[in-house]
């Protein structure tokens, strides 16, 4: 299965500032999304990273709050932008892993990146 | 609006119980549905359910999808401390790979 590495790992942010999350994958995949999961609270996709196109995002986030980039099939920046305390959270990578669930195309997940707002 | 509701929302066991966590949902267009594992961050996938009635088994853990009912239920027999975690079912619609996740089971395993 495919084997994704994310950084930073963790991080403390000012109020205020932006925070750039990366996203590397050992093997290109043509489907990678953006997850977050607050505290005690379900994961819940921000977007689908589109590579050579603009990212689609879900209902209730923003290209200017959460701008993604997708340069190649192996690497996606998220970018957590004027972040508030409630921005504290787990951002996760994922991509669509045909090495997994008997070649069913499986969600795969980073290790994630857990963000902390002062 | 998909819709996946689990239960318990936590659970405490000894080491040898046999437990059985619970996942309904609501989702327009069912493709599949899918149980991970999450010990610190990154959920590790467990099962892929798609048909009613078909048990998948790896080990000690065993799951099983009633699409007519709209649950699913994962078992783990003979309970290790290693298992606990909390376990997150999630369902996607028509193939686009997205998932909506429940808010998952926090399983406590104590010796």
């Known amino acids: 299965s495919a084997v994704i590495s994310q950084k930073p790992s963790r991080d403390i942010c000012q109020r205020g500032t932006s925070l750039t999350i990366q996203c590397q994958v050992d093997s290109q995949v043509t489907m990678m999304f953006w997850y977050r999961q607050q505290p005690g609270q379900s994961l819940t996709l921000i977007a689908t990273a589109n590579q050579g196109s603009e990212a689609t995002y879900e209902s209730g986030f923003v290209i200017d709050k959460f701008p993604i980039s997708r340069p190649n099939l192996t690497f996606s920046t998220l970018t957590v932008s004027n972040m508030s305390p409630e921005d504290s959270s787990i951002y996760l990578c994922?991509?669509?892993?045909?090495?997994?669930?008997?070649?069913?195309?499986?969600?795969?997940f980073g290790a994630g990146s857990r963000l902390t707002v002062l | 609006e998909d819709k996946v509701v689990q239960s318990p929302l936590s659970l405490v066991v000894h080491e040898g119980d046999t437990v059985t966590l619970n996942c309904s949902y609501e989702v327009t267009n069912f493709r599949s549905l899918l149980w991970y594992k999450q010990e610190k961050k990154a959920p590790t996938f467990l099962f892929m359910l798609?048909?009613?009635?078909i048990e998948k088994k790896s080990g000690r853990l065993s799951s099983i999808l009633d699409k007519k009912e709209l649950f699913s239920i994962l078992n783990i027999t003979a309970t290790q401390t290693g298992d606990s975690a909390v376990y997150l079912c999630a369902v996607e619609r028509s193939s686009n790979y997205k998932l909506t996740f429940g808010k998952g089971t926090l399983l406590t395993v104590n010796p």
């Open positions: 798609t048909s009613s009635g």
């Open positions: 994922s991509v669509a892993d045909p090495g997994q669930g008997s070649g069913a195309n499986v969600l795969t």
